[in-house]
C-alpha cells in the first residue's frame, strides 16, 4: 500500500441503534448470562468487544480476511496459530520473510480496524516461530469504541422466563435439553461513540478505504449479525462519522450530547422506536461550532427515529446541512456504495 493511502484525518463516530425484547449483551459472570445493567443508572450496557465481534463478522461474510474469526460451527473452530498461519498467508516457514508483516495486515481486516494481539506460547511449530520473527506481540488499532450504554434506563422482561418454563417439558428440563435463563430488556436505545486515530493508522495500514466502509459496515453488522434467539430485535437508527480537518482535533463525546426528549413519559415505559424522541440540539450546536475543522459528516438516519431541535420535529439530515452546509454533509447509501464493501484486492 501506498503511504498516500493511509489514513490521513481523525474520525469520531456517533452509533445508535436499539433492542427490542433482547439481551444485547449478556454478562457470562452472572451465571445466567443477564443483560449487562448499570446498578445506579440502570442504563443497559453493550461491551465494545460485543460490537467488534459483530463488525468482524460482517467483514468475514463480506469476502474479507479476518485474524480473530469466530467459527458458528465449534467442529470447524480454528486455533490461533491456525488463524496466524492463515492471515500471513504462505505455507512454508522458508517463505516467511519481511514482507510477512504486510501480507498478515492485508489479510486480517481487524487487524487493520482495531489490532490485535499475535504472540503465542509455542515452541514446536516451526512456522508460527518464523512468523512471530517478523510480526509484534501486539498492535493497537487506531478504531476504538467507548463501551455503549442505553440513552435512558430499562426495565427486564421477566416474563420469557416464565413462557419457557410453561413450554418445556417434564422430559426436556430431565434432559437439560431446556434452558429456562432467558433474560431480555424490553426496550434500549444503545449509543456507542467511536473514534479514528490518523497517528496510529500508519501502524496498521488502515486506509482511507478501510474507513469509509465502516460507514456502510456499522450499520450492515447489526442488520446482519443480530440473528440468534437471544439477540434478534435489534436495528441501527443513527451512524454519524464527523471526519476532521485539522490533525490532532475531534470534538469528543458527541454521544453525551444526544438527549432524550423531555416531553417523553418515563423512559422506561418504551417498547419500540416509536416511543423515542431524540433530541439533537446540543450535538447540532457542537458540530456547528466546529464547522471550520470539520471536513465531512458523513451519516446515515432512519426515517423510524424522531429527531427534535429545541422542541421542534426535524428531519435530520437535512437540518444538519442546515447548520453546516450540504457540501460538508455525506448521506451513506449504506448499500449501494459497493466498492466499500469490497475486498480490498477484489476487481
Not at 459472570?29 to 459483530?54: E, F
Amino acid at each position: 500500500m501506498s503511504e498516500t493511502d493511509i489514513v490521513k484525518h481523525r474520525s469520531e463516530i456517533v452509533f445508535l441503534y436499539d433492542a427490542v425484547d433482547a439481551n444485547p449483551n449478556g454478562n457470562p459472570l452472572s451465571g445466567s448470562n443477564r443483560p449487562r445493567i448499570d446498578p445506579v443508572t440502570k442504563q443497559a450496557i453493550v461491551t465494545d468487544v460485543r460490537l467488534k465481534r459483530y463488525l468482524r463478522d460482517q467483514l468475514e461474510d463480506d469476502g474479507h480476511g479476518v485474524y480473530i474469526t469466530s467459527s458458528r460451527d465449534s467442529e470447524f473452530a480454528k486455533t490461533r496459530e491456525e488463524m496466524l498461519k492463515e492471515a500471513v498467508g504462505v505455507t512454508d516457514a522458508a517463505d516467511v520473510d519481511e514482507s510477512a508483516f504486510d501480507g498478515f495486515l492485508a489479510n486480517a481486516a481487524d487487524a487493520r480496524y482495531f489490532g490485535a494481539t499475535l504472540a503465542i506460547d509455542t515452541d514446536d511449530d516451526e512456522m508460527i516461530a518464523a512468523i512471530e520473527d517478523q510480526l509484534p506481540d501486539h498492535l493497537t488499532g487506531p478504531v476504538q469504541f467507548s463501551p455503549g450504554k442505553t440513552l435512558h434506563p430499562v426495565e427486564l422482561n421477566e416474563e420469557y422466563n416464565s413462557l419457557t418454563s410453561v413450554i418445556g417439558t417434564q422430559a426436556e428440563k430431565e434432559q437439560g435439553g431446556f434452558d429456562l435463563d432467558d433474560h431480555r430488556i424490553k426496550y434500549g436505545l444503545i449509543g456507542f461513540h467511536g473514534l479514528v486515530d490518523e497517528h496510529g493508522a500508519p501502524d496498521t495500514n488502515l486506509s482511507e478505504t478501510d474507513v469509509k466502509r465502516l460507514d456502510t459496515l456499522c450499520w450492515r453488522a447489526i442488520k446482519n449479525q443480530t440473528i440468534t434467539r437471544s439477540k434478534v430485535g435489534q436495528e441501527p437508527r443513527l451512524y454519524i462519522r464527523v471526519e476532521y480537518a485539522d490533525e490532532r482535533f475531534h470534538i469528543g463525546g458527541l454521544t453525551h450530547e444526544l438527549d432524550l426528549d423531555e416531553d417523553d413519559a418515563d423512559t422506561r415505559s418504551y417498547r419500540t422506536i416509536q416511543d423515542v424522541t431524540l433530541d439533537v440540539s446540543r450535538l447540532l450546536h457542537r458540530v456547528e461550532a466546529h464547522s471550520n475543522q470539520i471536513k465531512t459528516v458523513h451519516v446515515v438516519s432512519d426515517p423510524a427515529l424522531t429527531t427534535v431541535v429545541h422542541g421542534e420535529e426535524v428531519n435530520f439530515i437535512p437540518e444538519l446541512r442546515d447548520h453546516l452546509g450540504s457540501d460538508a454533509v455525506r448521506e451513506v447509501d449504506v448499500y449501494g456504495e459497493h466498492e466499500a464493501t469490497l475486498p480490498r484486492d477484489a476487481d
